[in-house]
C-alpha cells in the first residue's frame, strides 16, 4: 500500500519520516478543598501533539532539510497533511537535527501542535437589553455562556483581548481559573 506524502504549508515531504506518534492531552485542574479532599474540574480537551523522526538521504540531503527549516521558521498555523491521521489545522512548534548533519544524510525530528479551535467554534454572545447593560454611544453589552471545556483564557484569546481585559469587564470572577458551564462573562 503506498501512502500519500505527508505535507505542511507549502512542503511536501520527498518520502515520509520513519516513525509518528500521536498523543491527545485532556486539561484537568484540582482544586484543594476542605478536609483533605480534592475536586477535580475537566476543562476539555486540549491540542493533539503529533512528534515523529525522518531522515533525508541521498546527495541534496543537507539542502532538502534547509528547506524544511524555512517552512518552520514561517509564522501561524497550516494545515498538516498526514499520510495516516487526518488533516488538522497545526503549528510546526519544533524541529531538530538528531545527529551531525552529512551532505547525504541528515536525520531530524519534528513536532506539530494541532491548532485547538472549539473556543471560537463555541462563542455565542448574548445581548443584554436594558439600561444596565449599556456601554456608551448607543452599543448593549455583550455575553458569553460558559460551555463545557471553556477557559477565560481560551475565551479573550478567541476575542483577540486579554484575560485582564475579561477580568476588568466581570469583578464577580474572584478566580480567573474556576468558570462553570452556564456562567454569563461579559465580553463587550
Given at each position: 500500500m503506498e501512502l500519500t506524502p505527508m505535507q505542511y504549508k507549502g512542503?511536501?515531504?520527498p518520502h515520509n519520516p520513519r516513525t509518528y506518534e500521536i498523543r491527545?492531552?485532556?486539561q484537568v485542574a484540582v482544586h484543594k478543598v476542605p478536609f483533605g479532599r480534592y475536586a477535580m474540574q475537566d476543562l476539555g480537551l486540549t491540542r493533539r501533539v503529533m512528534t515523529g523522526e525522518g531522515a533525508f538521504c541521498g546527495e541534496g540531503a543537507y539542502e532538502e532539510f534547509k528547506k524544511l527549516a524555512s517552512v518552520f521558521y514561517q509564522s501561524g498555523p497550516g494545515t498538516l497533511i498526514h499520510p495516516v491521521w487526518q488533516s488538522a489545522q497545526a503549528?510546526?512548534?519544533e524541529l531538530s537535527l538528531a545527529q551531525e548533519p552529512r551532505k547525504d544524510y541528515v536525520r531530524y525530528t519534528f513536532t506539530f501542535?494541532?491548532?485547538y479551535d472549539q473556543y471560537s467554534q463555541s462563542l455565542s454572545?448574548?445581548?443584554q437589553t436594558g439600561g444596565s447593560g449599556q456601554t456608551g454611544a448607543g452599543e448593549s453589552a455583550q455575553y458569553h455562556t460558559v460551555v463545557q471545556g471553556d477557559?477565560?483564557?481560551g475565551i479573550a484569546?478567541?476575542?483577540?483581548?486579554t484575560v485582564a481585559a475579561l477580568l476588568a469587564l466581570n469583578p464577580q470572577i474572584k478566580n480567573p481559573n474556576l468558570i462553570?458551564?452556564?456562567?454569563?462573562?461579559?465580553v463587550r
Open positions: 512542503y511536501v515531504w491527545y492531552q485532556r503549528y510546526f512548534v501542535w494541532e491548532d454572545p448574548v445581548t477557559t477565560l483564557w484569546q478567541s476575542l483577540g483581548t462553570s458551564p452556564g456562567q454569563q462573562i461579559r
